[in-house]
């Protein structure tokens, strides 16, 4: 069972650019050293104020969530750099069940 899961997070639009290269340099490659990790996608949706982020991955199945998230699938992981730019971080992320894909 394929899992695909998703978080939200928002920084000031003055720290949106920083934010976006502190997560293609640091945790890209923290994703991709996860065995069962099959496609992820960052992205970013800017508002005038805010700079909001979407990250949304696949998995293999819930193990392999686990293995990068820790045994509670839906709290986030977070690295010490996000107190740095993250407003309101938000409690976690969450999984979903892929029933059907074309």
Request: charged share 30%; hydrophobic share 40%; aromatic share 14%.
């Amino acid at each position: 069972m394929s899992v695909l899961r998703t978080w939200r997070g928002k920084t000031r639009i003055t720290d949106g650019d920083a934010y976006e290269r502190f997560m293609i340099e640091r945790a890209a490659p923290d994703y991709q050293s996860i065995d069962g990790l099959l496609r992820l996608f960052f992205t970013r949706q800017d508002d005038g104020e805010y700079s909001h982020f979407l990250l949304v991955t696949l998995w293999r199945d819930l193990d392999a969530v686990q293995a990068f998230a820790g045994a509670d699938a839906t709290r986030a992981k977070y690295y010490p750099e996000d107190a740095r730019y993250l407003i309101d971080p938000g409690p976690g992320a969450n999984n979903w069940r892929i029933f059907h894909s074309e």
